[in-house]
């Protein structure tokens, strides 16, 4: 089946629910045994829900994968997928990535002594030195959040596979509509459900994707063990959102294209940063590995970060917010919101400076969009 179809079907037979045409939430607990030590194929909800498994199957075949998991946050699946480590290891991550998952491996995973070392994906003596070192696992953001870095998925994953590393993939910007990294030798792709995948801002999740049977296995357990799982009625707004997901990253591309390349004529602007315009310096990358380039993505301001807090004190449209991937469009700083838990120096070096704004571009008119930012360009000048 094509991607539209696997949208709206995938993970849902009617005949298992009574004939009814979207999943149901199964709102209970717990599940009656059939009789004394027959239990049914579902016994309590953290073990498995018939909502959980329509989200899971769903999410698996978006992917292209074997197995999916839904978790309650996309930190909670990113927390469960570190967990198939054991203190000693070293995991390589890519130098360039989200504040939450630096938090997680600096002051969570680091004292249990999992240890990450931050690496340069996009150079390839760097990840095969830090390979030859001995590390079990390579954890990957492309594009990254929120400087729109790419990393070469295949060719990272083969590196990983060389030394007995597994390669886990943060797919969050782009979804499985744009881009699906075990097509391309990925082990584990994680999401935050929150963003594209459900797409309207009203529900928290996570998911991690696999091909690998015995992967799968290993994350069920922890998935079981840990309670990290994703409850019955945001699983229903999940697949609720799954259903219209290619329509929306359709549109959010879009308008993010034509407001890159607005952006990227206007004199307050220093640079654009999206793998979708032909500046961006791996946009032959981008072309090769991805199908569209989301509606995501940064510039950066010239006069620093007055010019950032005035932009962001002036629009009208934009919801200054974290976060992204919603029907509406959202503006953010990130050295003072979504990176802000980073050490102002590693800020520094990641290049998340505070002449810096991401924004999530929505569903909305993009003329209207344009004029909201026209305005509030020039809104330290009024």
């Not at 909800?45 to 994968?65: D, I, Q, V």
């Not at 994350?219 to 229903?236: E, K, R, V």
């Not at 959102?241 to 220093?270: D, F, Q």
């Not at 640079?271 to 990358?285: D, F, N, T, W, Y």
């Amino acid at each position: 089946m094509k991607f539209r179809t696997l949208s709206i079907h995938a993970g849902h037979r009617p005949s298992d629910h009574q004939g009814a045409v979207m999943t149901p939430i199964y709102q209970t607990s717990t599940f009656a045994f059939r009789g004394v030590n027959q239990p049914g194929p579902f016994e309590y909800s953290r073990s498995g829900n018939p909502t959980r498994k329509a989200l899971e199957e769903c999410l698996a075949a978006l992917e292209g994968g074997a197995a999916g998991f839904a978790f309650a946050t996309g930190m909670a699946a990113e927390t469960t997928v570190a967990m198939l480590f054991q203190a000693g290891d070293t995991v390589i991550v890519h130098n360039d990535l989200y504040g939450g998952t630096y938090r997680l491996f600096e002051a969570v995973f680091k004292s249990k002594g999992i240890r990450a070392r931050y690496v340069d994906l996009r150079d390839s003596e760097s990840l095969e030195e830090a390979l030859a070192a001995g590390a079990a696992g390579v954890w990957i953001e492309s594009p990254t959040n929120p400087l729109m870095n790419l990393v070469d998925l295949r060719a990272v994953a083969e590196a990983a596979h060389r030394h007995g590393a597994i390669a886990i993939c943060d797919n969050t910007f782009l979804s499985p509509y744009f881009q699906r990294p075990l097509e391309f030798g990925v082990d584990i792709v994680v999401h935050s459900t929150t963003k594209y995948i459900n797409g309207h801002s009203d529900v928290v999740g996570g998911a991690a994707v696999v091909s690998d049977a015995g992967l799968a296995e290993r994350i069920g357990f922890l998935q079981n063990a840990m309670g990290t799982c994703a409850g019955p009625q945001d699983c229903y707004l999940t697949l609720r959102g799954i259903k219209t997901l290619a329509i929306r990253m359709e549109e959010h591309n879009r308008n993010a294209l034509a407001i890159a390349g607005w952006l990227a004529a206007r004199p307050e602007v220093e640079r654009v940063l999206h793998p979708g315009l032909p500046s961006h310096p791996q946009h032959e990358l981008a072309r090769k590995q991805m199908r569209g380039y989301g509606g995501t993505f940064s510039f950066r301001l010239r006069g620093g970060q007055e010019a950032a807090f005035s932009l962001l004190g002036g629009v009208r449209v934009f919801t200054l917010a974290e976060s992204l991937g919603g029907v509406e469009s959202l503006i953010e700083h990130p050295a003072t919101m979504t990176h802000a838990s980073m050490p102002p120096a590693v800020r520094e070096a990641m290049g998340i400076t505070p002449d810096l704004i991401r924004i999530s571009v929505g569903l909305e008119d993009v003329e209207d969009l344009v004029e909201d930012l026209e305005g509030a360009l020039g809104h330290g000048r009024s």
